[in-house]
């Protein structure tokens, strides 16, 4: 697992509050059925370790792991993980 720097963890709480749209970019996760690169959703929270919970619109509630999956923020210009 990746340790997340605190000040990392509070930019990425910045960049991406709750109630904020994403667009996902690759996720990692092999056993990951439902989302597509292209699958947008809704912020939940950035849990401690970094991972961004997604209310997806497809129904998934799989997280963007810190280090491993990749979304960027598309209600704004900022984001990137």
């Known amino acids: 697992m990746n340790m997340i720097p605190t000040e990392r963890l509070a930019t990425l709480r910045e960049q991406y509050p709750k109630g904020c749209r ?3 970019i690759r996720m990692n996760d092999p056993h990951n059925q439902k989302l597509k ?3 947008m959703g809704t912020v939940k929270c950035v849990d401690d370790t970094g991972t961004i919970f997604v209310a997806w619109d497809c129904g998934s509630g799989l997280g ?5 999956d990749v979304c ?10």
Do not use: F, H, M, T
Not at 64 to 68: I, P, Q, T
Not at 72 to 81: A, L, M, T, Y
């Open 22 to 24: 994403v667009k996902l």
């Open 37 to 39: 690169p292209g699958a």
């Open 64 to 68: 963007v792991v810190y280090g491993e």
């Open 72 to 81: 960027v923020r598309i209600d704004s210009k900022e984001g990137n993980q």
